[in-house]
Every structure is written in structure tokens, then in C-alpha cells.
Nanobody
Framework: QVQLVESGGGLVQAGGSLRLSCAAS????????MGWYRQTPGNQRELVAE???????NYAESVKGRFTISRDNAKNAVDLQMNSLKLEDTGGYFC???????????????WGQGTRVTVSS
């Protein structure tokens, strides 16, 4: 069983900042890529940012220069620092982790329950 616990969402005015955190726990060998996805009503989840265990980050074009993803491998945790927030950043933010587990071993994908980010004008 793997759990992803997220925190840090909330209501913020446009131009403000929020920091999202996510920590993975459970019976796994290691955590590979961790990332954050955003979902708005009627739309699929879309990548916001992701980071490998080696620290290589990938960002959606819409957040480059404003958001920074970081991780602590020792804690199996990932943070997303969101600055200069815009109205269109509003949505549900979901943490995703690719973990290695099992006797083979194999990679498995897990999602957190999501945290709401609302940017107001």
C-alpha cells in the first residue's frame, strides 16, 4: 500500500504565492519521478511539473519561470513553489509518484487525493 499525502492548497489573490507539498509513504523500494498535475472541471489532468529522483525537472510552458518543483529523496517528498499566481492556475492539484516495489521489482503509479488551489482577482 502506498499513500501520497498532499498539503498546502488554498485561496490566494492573483500575484500571490502558494507552496504545495506531497510525501509518499508505504512499502516500496524507491520513488522515481514525482510530479504535480492540475485538473479543472470537464478537463483531463495536465502536467504542471515533474522531477526525477536525479533532480531533473520538467515544467508545463504555462508555469515556466513562475513555479519551481523540488524534492527531498530522503523523505520521498516533493514540493511545488508557485509564485506570481494567475487566475488560470486555479484547479485541483494532484501529486503523482512512480514507485518501485514488489519482488520483480516493477514500477507503479500512485495519485494523491488532490488539494484545491483557487486564485482570485
Amino acid at each position: 500500500q502506498v499513500q501520497l499525502v498532499e498539503s498546502g492548497g488554498g485561496l490566494v489573490q492573483a500575484g500571490g504565492s502558494l507552496r504545495l507539498s506531497c510525501a509518499a509513504s508505504g512499502n516500496f523500494i524507491s520513488v522515481n519521478t514525482m510530479g504535480w498535475y492540475r485538473q479543472t472541471p470537464g478537463n483531463q489532468r495536465e502536467l504542471v511539473a515533474e522531477i526525477t529522483s536525479g533532480g531533473r525537472a520538467n515544467y508545463a510552458e504555462s508555469v515556466k519561470g513562475r513555479f519551481t518543483i523540488s524534492r527531498d529523496n530522503a523523505k520521498n517528498a516533493v514540493d511545488l513553489q508557485m509564485n506570481s499566481l494567475k487566475l488560470e492556475d486555479t484547479g485541483g492539484y494532484f501529486c503523482k509518484a512512480i514507485v518501485v516495489m514488489g519482488t520483480l521489482p516493477s514500477q507503479y503509479q500512485y495519485w494523491g487525493q488532490g488539494t484545491r488551489v483557487t486564485v482570485s482577482s
